[in-house]
């Protein structure tokens, strides 16, 4: 899926929300002035946690890393970035997508100019198993590639989040497959993988009563992990990493990105490409070692 049918995939996805609600305009993220937004009462901020330690990072890492083949390299965005979002007011839609903005420039990600088309869409719906329902029905290629039952996963997965990306395998020198049907293939070796994973879509679908108690900067942080990162959030406690905003039985979130999370940012996008997906979360895991000793100092 190239330029021109993203194009449709974004458009398609962001009106089919907009004319379900009939409200809420569309807001593409540019980079913009910072805006520190104000939490609501009832926001829950943990602040002064101790670093978690090697092993516990380590650990981490693995347990949120997207399961691939042992031989491919982890999937990730190469071009420029553009964020959509719909189903929240605008001036909050706005904030959202400056702290998305902003997380991505910091992991080295270029960001799209005005005008851009959507490559992130963000879409806050009233009920994400309904809207997910209606997806399949009526927009069904949107999950790309995937097979019935991987869509199912989808489908069944627990609570108020929804998120996927879509990828493009091509080539160590970013080569897509040719008009016969044929990819070609550089030489591969224990650490380098023949081909790479381009994500050209990542979307995401938010329940709006999830929201609440959450903070603007909380919300647009665990978004540029799931977009950005296509990790999985399902065994993250709550203690290292925002990942645990939405996830059920947790009491209490860090009020922003956690030096586990920036550098988990940091390492998936200063490793090369095709790296195979061991060595690629070893940068990672080394990444957070740092962001995590600059923090402390």
């Known amino acids: 899926m190239r330029a021109p049918l993203l194009v449709v995939l974004s458009g398609l996805l962001l009106s089919s929300v907009a004319e379900a609600q009939q409200s809420h305009p569309l807001v593409t993220a540019a980079p913009g002035a910072q805006r520190d937004p104000v939490p609501p009462n009832d926001s829950i901020i943990v602040k002064g946690a101790p670093l978690p330690t090697e092993s516990e990072v380590r650990s981490l890492a693995r347990a949120i890393t997207p399961k691939v083949s042992f031989l491919d390299p982890l ?173 059920e039985g947790v009491t209490s979130s860090p009020s922003e990105m956690t030096a586990f999370d920036r550098g988990y940012l940091k390492g998936l996008y200063s490793a090369q490409a095709n790296q195979v997906a061991s060595s690629m979360r070893a940068t990672i895991v080394q990444t957070i070692f740092k962001e995590q000793h600059r923090a402390a100092k």
């Open 75 to 247: 999937d990730r965005f190469q071009d420029s970035v553009c964020f959509g979002s719909v189903g929240l007011d605008r001036p909050v839609l706005e904030e959202i997508g400056d702290r998305l903005a902003q997380s991505a420039e910091r992991a080295g990600l270029k960001l799209a100019g005005p005008g851009c088309k959507p490559n992130i869409v963000i879409l806050f719906v009233d009920r994400v198993d309904a809207e997910i329902a209606r997806l399949i029905r009526r927009r069904w290629w949107v999950f790309g590639n995937r097979s019935p039952s991987q869509i199912d996963m989808i489908v069944k997965e627990r609570g108020p989040v929804r998120a996927w990306s879509n990828i493009e395998v091509k080539n160590a020198d970013g080569e897509s497959i040719d008009a016969g049907g044929i990819l070609r293939r550089t030489t591969a070796s224990n650490i380098m993988s023949a081909t790479r994973r381009d994500v050209i879509a990542s979307i995401v679908l938010v329940q709006r009563s999830a929201l609440f108690g959450k903070t603007v900067r909380q919300i647009g942080d665990y978004l540029a992990m799931r977009t950005l990162a296509g990790v999985r959030p399902e065994r993250a406690t709550g203690k290292d990493t925002i990942l645990a905003l939405f996830n």
